[in-house]
């Protein structure tokens, strides 16, 4: 659970006074999340989420907003974001820039099936598509330069690991120069974070994509290969197959994949699993403190990287004809 920041009802009374909303009911924090502080608000009029933003960056709010708005208005299943009397959607709560977004129904996927890894793929075009009448880029806040210096903060801490800091500085030397370099690949807006945790299913159904604090410009195989490696091991780094090829197959229906997306798929991969594994090992050796916090296992996407490394034909399993 991350609740880095404590907040009462009663702290909340001007907020909520600028809002039409209905009358509070409950606040509570939510038991999942890495990065910010969730409180599920429930008024008389239904349930809302209140997000305050914890990390440093917080200058894509309002990009990410008005994103979640595009989104919404050509019926991509997303939160919708809730502005207060004044047409605010950005307000500050306890120091924090805080968003409030209407509440999507659902739970997450557990136990995963390949029914729903097939329509997070169709989802993530949905996503894809979706975007493309949207006219402002954002750079990808966590690519090789974020990388290369989260590399270097964890430098001192994998002295005595040489291979895992080989192995994360081969892959980063590789996605600069093959993936982030390639001039044609298709590319937009995307989720950059799809995982199971960050989708909504009623039973089979899918109800929604949340968490879209890292949405931004890139290639798109890239965007896809996050969520295949999501998706498509388990919780140890181990090939879960069918929901990779599942996946892949829901994504492919709605966006066919190009010849040279097809050919970069497994250096997409590798530079997608450094990503996370760089991510999960800053969260685990420089933990944030916090009320209740949640941190990811770095090993299994460690291991998923190894083993990306030494199954290069992971096109195969993909099922592509
Ligand atoms: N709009 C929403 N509707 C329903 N539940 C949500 C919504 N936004 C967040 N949640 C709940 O809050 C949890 C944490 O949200 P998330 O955006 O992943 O947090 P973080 O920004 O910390 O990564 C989710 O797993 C989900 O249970
Ligand atoms: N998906 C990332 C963690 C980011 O946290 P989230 O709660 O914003 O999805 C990971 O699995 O490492």
Request: aromatic content about 10%; proline content about 8%; charged content about 20%.
């Amino acid at each position: 659970m991350s609740v880095y920041t404590t907040l009462t009802l009663a702290e909340l009374g001007p907020f909520l006074a600028r809002h039409d909303i209905g009358q509070p009911l409950s606040l509570e924090g939510i038991s999942a999340g890495v990065v910010n502080t969730n409180y599920r608000l429930t008024t008389s009029r239904g349930i809302y989420i209140l997000t305050l933003i914890e990390s440093g960056e917080r200058d894509y709010l309002p990009w990410m907003l008005a994103l979640l708005a595009h989104y919404r208005e050509r019926g991509v299943p997303c939160p919708l974001p809730i502005a207060d009397n004044r047409r605010q959607m950005l307000h500050t709560l306890k120091n924090r820039p805080a968003i409030l977004v209407s509440f999507l129904d659902g739970e997450l996927p557990n136990p995963l099936t390949p029914g729903h890894a097939w329509q997070a793929g169709r989802l993530l075009a949905r996503l894809h598509h979706g975007a493309q009448s949207f006219d402002y880029p954002r750079e990808n806040p966590l690519g090789p330069v974020a990388w290369r210096s989260i590399l270097a903060q964890l430098t001192p801490m994998l002295q005595e690991d040489v291979t895992t800091l080989e192995l994360l500085q081969k892959t980063l030397i590789e996605s600069e120069t093959v993936l982030f370099c390639h001039k044609t690949l298709p590319s937009g807006i995307g989720h950059a974070d799809l995982f199971p945790d960050n989708t909504l299913f009623d039973g089979e159904v899918l109800t929604g994509a949340i968490d879209f604090h890292y949405a931004c410009t890139l290639p798109w195989i890239y965007d896809l290969a996050i969520s295949l490696c999501a998706w498509g091991f388990d919780e140890e780094g181990a090939p879960r197959p069918k929901m990779m090829s599942e996946l892949w197959r829901g994504y492919a229906e709605a966006r066919p994949i190009d010849p040279d997306e097809l050919q970069i798929v497994p250096v997409a991969m590798r530079a997608a699993a450094l990503r996370f594994s760089l991510t999960r090992l800053r969260d685990f050796h420089f933990p944030r403190q916090g009320l209740q916090v949640t941190r990811k296992n770095p090993a299994a996407f460690l291991r998923l990287l190894h083993w990306l490394w030494e199954n290069p034909s992971i096109i195969k399993q993909l099922g592509h004809p």
